[in-house]
T-cell receptor
Framework: DPKIIQKPKYLVAVTGSEKILICEQY?????MYWYRQSAKKPLEFMFS???????DNQTASSRFQPQSSKKNHLDLQITALKPDDSATYFC?????????????FGPGTRLTVL | QQKVQQSPESLSVPEGGMASLNCTSS?????YFWWYRQHSGEGPKALM?????GDKKEGRFTAHLNKASLHVSLHIRDSQPSDSALYFC???????????FGAGTQLIVIP
């Protein structure tokens, strides 16, 4: 059974619209992260949360808003979508924030903005 | 500026051969290093971690770390077609949780 679930697998949106990417982890981890992978850039860190608190934010734009309703959930809301937002978005988790703890990645949501 | 540089960008090796991947970082705060592997259409999966100077061997995979030169390498012996994937070097400091990834090395193992 998959331990990190991301929904949907594929997402197509029009410029200017808003979408929410879903992430749930069933590993019992206390830290969760979002990363983005596009053809232009390598895997790029976006946000990190520990016990549902924002720990680190590398995303300059306020159009990207993480939402943590439960300890094992970290959704990503993206507003005013632009074609440059097209990428695969990966959710990850680790047992503890930082240190030597491995991050486990989900299967990703591939977002295409037309 | 990207803090983790990988080489080569792509690498083809015959089945049964040795693949060598390299990674150099520019941040001396990095203390923890991983090699991740990503098959097409999937998320990255950690292959090996290395935190101390020297070699670490797990089966066909050997990682090497030299903290003085901030250089990490991964050697895959007896390469198999199933090893064909995108390999990432990732690094992290002690304070923050974010992983810094290199651009990746595309490994192709030719049967």
């Amino acid at each position: 059974d998959p331990k990190i679930i991301q929904k949907p697998k594929y997402l197509v949106a029009v410029t200017g619209s808003e979408k929410i990417l879903i992430c749930e982890q069933y590993l019992g981890h206390n830290a969760m992260y979002w990363y983005r992978q596009s053809a232009k850039k390598p895997l790029e860190f976006m946000f990190s949360y520990s016990y549902q608190k924002l720990m680190d934010n590398q995303t300059a734009s306020s159009r990207f808003q993480p939402q943590s309703s439960k300890k094992n959930h970290l959704d990503l809301q993206i507003t005013a979508l632009k074609p440059d937002d097209s990428a695969t978005y990966f959710c990850a988790s680790s047992q503890v924030f930082g240190g030597s703890y491995e991050q486990y990645f989900g299967p990703g949501t591939r977002l295409t903005v037309l | 500026q990207q803090k983790v540089q990988q080489s080569p960008e792509s690498l083809s090796v015959p089945e049964g051969g040795m693949a060598s991947l390299n990674c150099t970082s520019s941040d001396r705060n990095f203390q923890y290093f991983w090699w991740y592997r990503q098959h097409s259409g999937e998320g990255p999966k950690a292959l090996m971690s290395i935190f101390s100077d020297g070699d670490k061997k797990e089966g066909r995979f050997t990682a090497h770390l030299n903290k003085a030169s901030l250089h990490v390498s991964l050697h895959i012996r007896d390469s198999q077609p199933s090893d064909s994937a995108l390999y990432f070097c990732a690094a992290r400091g002690s304070a923050l949780g974010r992983l810094h990834f290199g651009a990746g090395t595309q490994l192709i193992v030719i049967p």
